[in-house]
């Protein structure tokens, strides 16, 4: 099982003060890894940061709002200098606004695509030019979605953000293969968290997803987080540039 632990490691994990970032934080620390977790809520990462604490071998919080895409460049410096240079990048944070596309506001569309795909690709390459600096591989794991693959009406801004992590997750690992940095995405179904607490507290949704999934059930963020763990260790060193739809079956029927 060596394969699968990532003592020694450094993980960066956004959106890591709840729900699916979270939940991969947990599992990378009980994986042996050192965890940062971002997101904008400090006493929130604060809170979190103090249940890992004694799991993992090194927890830190640091807060910062990606969709300031302008500074994620001097963040991240501030991180490498004050704590490392992480060897995992998680992209975990990520929003959604609902509603017909002839109403959501062009605010709407860009505070989506900001978030969900812009900082992605800012962080992932401030966080391989450190790698690449320093000849050394490294790991990320970004979070897209069943839309990356398909739509539902009512969700256009994060269908096309979900769409967009798929290709750039490819364009990326093709990019940095040679240089051992391996990206790859996991795409989850439908999960209870606070982003889809309206979803799973409207009866007719809640119901629809259990008779849609193939599994008959909402996923946990622990579903999610034990392949993220094994998508950052050497047991998966041969692959890259693939979205991993952890789905519950959803998208194997219709
Ligand atoms: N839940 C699902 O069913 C599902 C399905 C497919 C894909 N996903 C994707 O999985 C990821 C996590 O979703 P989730 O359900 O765990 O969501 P969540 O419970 O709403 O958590 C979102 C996390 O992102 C952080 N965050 C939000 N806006 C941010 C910003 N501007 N800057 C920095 N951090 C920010 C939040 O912290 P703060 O609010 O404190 O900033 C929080 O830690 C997202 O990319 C989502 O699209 C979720």
């Given amino acids: 099982m060596s394969r699968f632990r990532l003592d020694g490691r450094l993980a960066l994990v956004t959106g890591g003060s709840r729900g699916i970032g979270f939940g991969a934080a947990k599992a990378l620390a009980e994986s042996g890894a050192g965890v940062i977790l971002v997101g904008r809520n400090e006493a929130e990462l604060q809170k979190k940061a103090e249940e890992l604490r004694g799991i993992g071998p090194a927890v830190h919080v640091s807060p910062f709002d990606l969709a300031d895409s302008q500074n994620i460049a001097a963040w991240f410096e501030s991180i490498t200098e004050s704590i490392g240079s992480p060897d995992i990048l998680i992209n975990a944070a990520g929003m959604t606004r609902r509603g017909p596309a002839v109403e959501l506001s062009l605010e709407d569309w860009n505070a989506v695509i900001a978030l969900n795909t812009t900082a ?52 990326l690992a093709v990019e940095w293969a040679k240089s051992g940095i391996l990206v790859n995405a996991i795409a989850p179904g439908y999960i209870a968290t606070e982003l889809t607490e309206p979803l799973v507290n409207d009866e007719a949704f809640d119901t629809w997803v259990k008779q849609r999934c193939p599994l008959g059930r909402w996923g946990e963020p622990e579903d999610i987080a034990w392949p993220i763990v094994f998508l950052a260790s050497e047991a998966a060193a041969f692959i890259t540039g693939q979205v991993i739809y952890v789905d519950g079956g959803w998208l194997a029927t219709f």
């Fill in 120 to 171: 992605i690709f800012e962080l992932s390459r401030q966080f391989a030019k450190k790698l690449l600096a320093a000849e050394r591989g490294g790991r990320i794991i970004n979070i897209a979605s069943l839309m990356t693959a398909a739509a539902r009406a009512g969700t256009s801004p994060y269908t096309a953000s979900k769409g967009a992590v798929g290709q750039l997750t490819k364009a």
